[in-house]
């Protein structure tokens, strides 16, 4: 019982199988384990005390021939495996596509060249009729300086943020005028403060006005080339100072007025001022007279900012200036774009040789896992070759202690394993010298369609140059 049980426990503590556990590509099947299994020590002694096989017998009993047979087995085994191995790294290497680099690199030119030239043609065709607007405006502005005597740029807001600066300034006078004239006219109006403050809107409204026209007008007039135009401009800037003084005055009294005869204002307010300009005026009254000139002078002078000095030479500067920045941001558009498809064609151009020196350095792991494999199914050939004599061995040596006859003469020969042709698979492409062949193309292609890239570039921006050989004077 306690045989058996020990006899368990031995068994128990043995492999499954009949292979070493290794890191071998290939199994090595383990000589102990076969041997057993073969029943090679008992067919030896139980053959040889029979004397068998005779010592005349040429060929391998049928122990021998077992032997054989499962050796041939793992051969076989041996062969299926390098062949699924080498039609798995032939399809590796089959998808790497190496043709296809050349043809994508030249695919991705000729794409960047088509985009760059057709941005060019877009662009001309869309630049063309804005530089006719420029020159137009160009030409108008500088028929307008010859006609004028005008040798200096025109000053006037040119930007959003200067002109919005005047419009705030105006709008800020108008306010403090409307509350601080509306507090004075809420003290004689029989609707208070709001009353006081519709009156001033009204009268503010009225002072900035004329402030404003004035300066827009009347000082831009006076410096005018023509008499004619400069006698306009006087007369403007005196029919400012009158009316502004007039209206200034009616509010002064008008607010003086309520203090008087409440219903009837404005008569009242005629009446003082036919009286004397500031008869009847009290310091209130006369306050009201010295904000709205001075609201009306900052009128005048924000006016006179909007626009050129001289009448009339801002509306042609400023003209030319829209249309030559319209023109100029177009070019910058088309320049953008032009960039954008010129810089897309070279990054998948680019991309594509990367991508193929990438590849390159797969399929040389590849072709080293393939000499790896090769090597190792070799050394696997031999090592069965060697497994099978040293199984031989076993047999006959058992057989040779348990006869007394002569063993057969090729007892004595060590047997040989049957190589012949390594299993057929599909053909291995791209060899490394083929790879390295196809890496020398794509890179000499890389740099000819680089130079075909630059060129049509060069081309777009000699055609975007000849726009800008403008057939006026350049303006500031």
Do not use: C
């Amino acid at each position: 019982m306690l045989d058996r049980i020990g006899a368990f426990l031995g068994r128990t503590g043995e492999s499954s199988h009949a292979y070493d556990v290794s890191t071998e590509t290939f199994v090595q099947p383990r000589l102990d384990r076969l041997a057993t299994d073969l029943h090679l020590e008992r067919d030896g002694l139980s053959r040889g005390a029979d004397e068998e096989p005779s010592n005349e017998r040429t060929e391998f009993d049928l122990v021998e021939t077992r032997i054989v047979d499962r050796i041939e087995r793992e051969r076989a085994n041996a062969d299926n495996q390098f062949r699924d191995m080498m039609n798995t790294y032939r399809d590796r290497i089959f998808d790497l596509e190496f043709d296809t680099k050349v043809s994508q690199i030249r695919s991705a030119a000729d794409i960047g060249v088509a985009a760059i030239e057709g941005e060019a043609a877009k662009g001309v065709d869309r630049l063309n009729p804005l530089r006719r607007d420029m020159l137009e405006a160009e030409r108008h502005l500088t028929t307008f300086r010859q006609k004028h005597g005008i040798d200096r740029p025109a000053d006037y807001p040119r930007t959003s943020g200067q002109r919005w600066f005047l419009y705030g300034v105006l709008f800020v006078v108008l306010i403090v005028e409307m509350l601080l004239n509306g507090v004075f006219f809420a003290e004689g109006s029989p609707l208070g403060l709001v009353g006081g403050w519709f009156q001033a809107a009204i009268f503010a409204a009225l002072n900035i006005g004329i402030g404003w026209g004035g300066g827009r007008v009347g000082t831009t007039l006076v410096w005018h080339r023509f008499v004619a135009l400069r006698i306009v401009g006087w007369a403007v800037l005196a029919s400012y100072v009158a009316a502004a003084t007039f209206l200034n005055l009616m509010v002064a009294h008008y607010r003086s007025a309520f203090s008087v005869d409440p219903e009837h204002p404005g008569a009242v307010a005629m009446r003082t001022i036919r009286d004397g300009a500031f008869s009847g005026l009290d310091a209130a009254s006369l306050t009201m007279f010295a904000l709205g000139g001075a609201f009306s002078i900052i009128a005048l002078v924000d006016g006179r900012r909007m626009g050129d000095p001289y009448f009339g030479y801002d509306r042609p500067s400023r003209a030319f200036d829209e249309r030559r920045q319209d023109y100029l941001d177009d070019r910058q558009d088309l320049l953008d774009a032009i960039r954008a498809a010129y810089e897309d064609a070279h990054d998948s151009m680019n991309s594509e040789h990367d991508d193929l020196t990438r590849r390159r350095s797969e399929s040389r792991s590849i072709h080293e896992a393939i000499a790896r494999t090769t090597r190792g199914y070799d050394a696997h050939l031999g090592f069965l070759e060697r497994l099978g004599n040293d199984l031989l061995g076993i047999y006959r040596e058992a057989n040779r202690r348990a006869r007394s006859t002569p063993v057969p003469a090729h007892f004595n020969r060590r047997w040989e394993m049957p190589r012949g042709a390594s299993p057929s698979y599909g053909e291995i492409r791209y060899s490394d010298e083929e790879v390295s062949r196809i890496t020398s193309e794509a890179k000499a292609e890389l740099d000819a369609q680089s130079d075909r890239l630059n060129e049509a570039h060069e081309r777009a921006m000699t055609r975007l140059r000849s726009l800008d050989d403008l057939e006026a004077s350049n303006v500031p």
